[in-house]
């Protein structure tokens, strides 16, 4: 429907008001220390993140809360499983503060009963459990919110390493089939298929809080 079409396009829109514009997820960690310092680099280590990190864990857990928009209980054990999943204190925060403003902003489209969300609800739960909420389509969903954040993180690499808007536009067409087959696995995938191996990512975003010169808060 055109409708959550548009819904997608505003919410998950870098001009929505959560912040996340402020974040590079550690990618300003490898930026400085030159894992990543061109092109094809920036292009592997976001491909990482997506099939191996925190991507997917938070595609995944998505895709349950927006499953769950109606039980309360069960999304406080996702919400509490997002935030246990967290590497970093630096990224912790990332979650709480981008899905406590998206709640806050997202409130402009008026639900018929409110919801019982958890507080903090961290990002993924909110999207999930919102589209869920307004009936929209849970691929349709994964797919925006996953181009999204892949987007935002070519967003980073543009402007630190820095490649330049044609090789950033480059890594979007490159990873658009990536991003297609992991909206469709998340989609079907169960908790207990969460896994992480993205170990310099996660360690990246660790080392974040200690860089002496930071443009970005993770």
Known sequence: MSADLQKLLTWLSPAFPVGAFAWSAGLETAIVNRSVADRASAEDWIAGTLAHGTLKTDAILLAHAHRAFEDPAALQELSDLCLALTPSRERQVE???????????????PLDRQLSLPRPCPYPIAVGALSGAHAIGLGDTLLAFLTAVVHAQVSVAVRLVPIGQTDGLAIMAALEPAVAHMADLCQHATLDEIGSVAYGADIAQMQHETLRTRIFRS
């Not at 979650?95 to 489209?109: D, H, M, P, S």
């Open 95 to 109: 979650t709480i503060q981008t899905g406590n403003a998206f709640l806050l902003a997202a409130a402009a489209w």
